[in-house]
């Protein structure tokens, strides 16, 4: 696999964990409160929106790095 097919893969996969855990995790409490049933709900939860958001993340964000480069009017490398 080519070194930069492969970086956008490992990046897809740990952008992610790391907004899809802190956004279930903020929803989850908003929702839910912090109960005793808090963590079975955000685990579900997280675990449906990593398998929704990775790919999600893997195909739209080189569509959003297009256009960010056409509103400020670089080339994103």
């Given at each position: 696999?080519?070194?930069?097919?492969k970086f956008h893969l490992v990046f897809s996969f740990v952008m992610g964990a790391m907004m899809i855990?802190?956004?279930?995790?903020?929803?989850?409490?908003?929702?839910?409160?912090l109960g005793a049933d808090f963590m079975q709900k955000?685990?579900?939860?997280f675990g449906i929106a990593y398998l929704?958001?990775?790919?999600?993340?893997?195909?739209?964000?080189?569509i959003?790095?297009?256009?960010?480069?056409r509103i400020?009017?670089?080339n994103p490398a």
């Open positions: 696999m080519h070194p930069q097919k855990i802190l956004m279930t995790f903020v929803i989850t409490w908003v929702n839910v409160g955000w685990i579900k939860a929704v958001g990775v790919p999600v993340i893997f195909f739209l964000a080189p959003a790095r297009k256009i960010t480069g400020l009017g670089v």
